[in-house]
Each structure stands twice: as C-alpha cells, then as structure tokens.
C-alpha cells in the first residue's frame, strides 16, 4: 500500500532553512515522479518542486517553480527510501503546509502525504 509520511516542519524566521523529508512505502522514491506541492493560507495548491523520474520517454530534469528556483533543492535518500526538500531563504511568502506527493497530472488528484507546516514569520 503507498503511504508517505511528511515531516520537518517548524515555524521560523525570515532568512533561515529547513529541511522537509517525505518517506515513502509502497513505491521506490528514484523511479517514479515525486513532488513537493504546498498550499498557502486560503489559497490553492502550488507545485513547487518535481523531480520528473519515470521512463526514458518522460525522465527529465527537476522542476522548480519560479517562486522557489535557487532557493530550494530536492533530493532522494534511496537508502531510505525518501523524498527531501532543503529550503533556504525562507520568506512569508513561504508559509504553507507542504505535502509530498507521486505521479503527474492534475495537482489535486495526485496521491500525497498529511502534509507538514512550514510558518515563516519575524
């Protein structure tokens, strides 16, 4: 059964890092496409990172969107089996609850974790 688990959430200040981790059962994190998606305070969901794994036909390099570019890296543990994302820089515009999540296609039929919360505040 897919599960993922999201975790590394806190509340901090404008300029500093964290490390989101999303471990994952069920599926292989470096063979199928990962995403962190969030979603902010009374807005909708917002693709922030993918990582475009899959067949030689739709393997690609990571996407990050504009909002994140330079700032935000992902990763995979394989040893762990998870799906990490290390943000630096943080700005308010950063508060939302981020969730991990796999496969492609509409952002909310995607299958993804509880989500954890990310507050970015001074």
């Known amino acids: 059964e897919l599960q993922l688990v999201e975790s590394g959430g806190a509340t901090v200040q404008p300029g500093e890092s964290l490390k989101l981790s999303c471990v994952a059962s069920?599926?292989?994190?470096?063979?199928?496409?990962m995403s962190w998606v969030r979603q902010a305070p009374g807005k909708g969901l917002e693709l922030v990172a993918r990582?475009?794994?899959?067949?030689?036909?739709?393997?690609?390099?990571?996407f990050y969107s504009n909002s994140v570019k330079g700032r935000f890296t992902i990763s995979t543990d394989n040893a762990k089996n998870t799906f990490n994302l290390q943000m630096n820089n943080l700005t308010t515009d950063d508060t939302a609850t981020y969730f991990c999540?796999?496969?492609?296609?509409?952002?909310?039929?995607?299958?993804r974790g509880q989500g954890t919360q990310v507050i970015v505040s001074s």
């Open positions: 999540a796999v496969g492609t296609g509409p952002l909310a039929s995607l299958k």
């Open positions: 069920g599926i292989s994190v470096d063979r199928q496409s």
């Open positions: 990582s475009n794994k899959g067949p030689l036909d739709r393997a690609g390099p990571p």
